[in-house]
């Protein structure tokens, strides 16, 4: 089973799971061929029980997909997942690069849904973000929202991306 993920964190030094001061605050996970985006409120629900979901899940994987997904790998290891029984990832960014011969070294989530005419990412978060409200200040709806968006829309990136390449 192919399993897609995204990560939304506080945004001091752009989210890096490497400052001390950021926070995981949700993370979405959606198999292939199932509608459904699980959104897990990390940052407010039960971290033991949410860890133990998001393992089971890593575990049952046999491909995780996402777009920059070592950002979102190193949050789930600092989070204590197990990562050490994944084969096979697939980073639609390093894709997107290798499709493009490596001319544009970060395309973004949104490049690469306009080449794909699939609808952009919401802006409204963006906006939060550029206004200097962090993630966990923004309302709900709106981010969870934009992050099932983003697992979705990288599932597509995904699979347009495998029939082109494989």
């Keep these: 089973m192919i399993l897609t993920l995204d990560v939304e964190t506080t945004t001091s030094n752009k989210g890096n799971p490497f400052?001390?001061?950021?926070?995981?605050?949700?993370?979405?996970m959606k198999w292939l061929d199932i509608d459904n985006v699980d959104i897990i409120d990390y940052l407010t629900g039960n971290k033991e029980t949410y860890k133990s979901y998001i393992q089971d899940a890593i575990n049952t994987a046999e491909m995780l997909v996402g777009f920059n997904i070592?950002?979102?790998?190193?949050?789930l290891l600092n989070i204590g997942i197990d990562l050490s029984?994944?084969?096979?990832?697939?980073?639609?960014?390093?894709?997107?690069?290798?499709?493009?011969?490596?001319?544009?070294?970060?395309?973004?989530?949104?490049?690469?849904?306009?080449?794909?005419?699939?609808?952009?990412?919401?802006d409204k978060v963006k906006e939060y973000w550029e206004q200097?409200?962090?993630?966990?200040?923004?309302?709900?709806?709106?981010?969870?929202?934009?992050?099932?968006?983003?697992?979705?829309?990288?599932?597509?990136?995904?699979?347009?991306?495998?029939?082109?390449?494989?």
């Design 19 to 28: 400052d001390t001061t950021n926070k995981l605050c949700y993370v979405g």
């Design 70 to 75: 070592k950002f979102d790998l190193h949050w």
């Design 85 to 122: 029984n994944v084969n096979n990832i697939w980073d639609c960014q390093i894709a997107q690069f290798m499709l493009h011969s490596q001319r544009s070294p970060y395309n973004s989530l949104n490049d690469a849904l306009e080449e794909y005419n699939i609808p952009l990412k919401e």
């Design 132 to 166: 200097g409200v962090d993630t966990p200040d923004i309302p709900k709806e709106i981010i969870m929202s934009y992050l099932k968006w983003d697992v979705k829309s990288t599932e597509l990136v995904y699979l347009k991306q495998r029939e082109i390449l494989i």
